[in-house]
């Protein structure tokens, strides 16, 4: 990736940021990773089951705006809520 760009403040900002970055301490980052744990993985099933097409955009639209990769995801999530 090359810093020349058509702007040199720019540039100059993207260079300190990256030499911040290269002195930072990387301890923080192995910490982070050492503290994640595997969820045990559970076999999936897939089920059928008919709802309407309102309630399947309903359901889009709101795993979208949660962050979920999709819908059945959202419906997974909700389900282990119960």
Do not use: C, P, W
Not at 19 to 40: A, C, G, H, P, V
Not at 45 to 69: C, P, W, Y
Request: charge should be positive; proline fraction near 0%.
């Amino acid at each position: 990736m090359s810093l020349d760009s058509f702007n040199k403040k720019k540039d100059e900002e993207m260079k300190e940021n990256y030499q911040e970055t290269l002195k930072n301490d990387k301890k923080s980052s192995t910490d982070f990773i050492s503290k994640i744990s595997r969820k045990e993985v559970e076999r999936k099933r897939s089920v059928t089951f008919s709802i309407t097409e309102s309630q399947l955009k309903k359901m889009d639209k709101t795993a979208h705006e949660n962050g979920f990769k999709n819908r059945s995801e959202f419906l997974a999530s909700i389900i282990d809520a119960i």
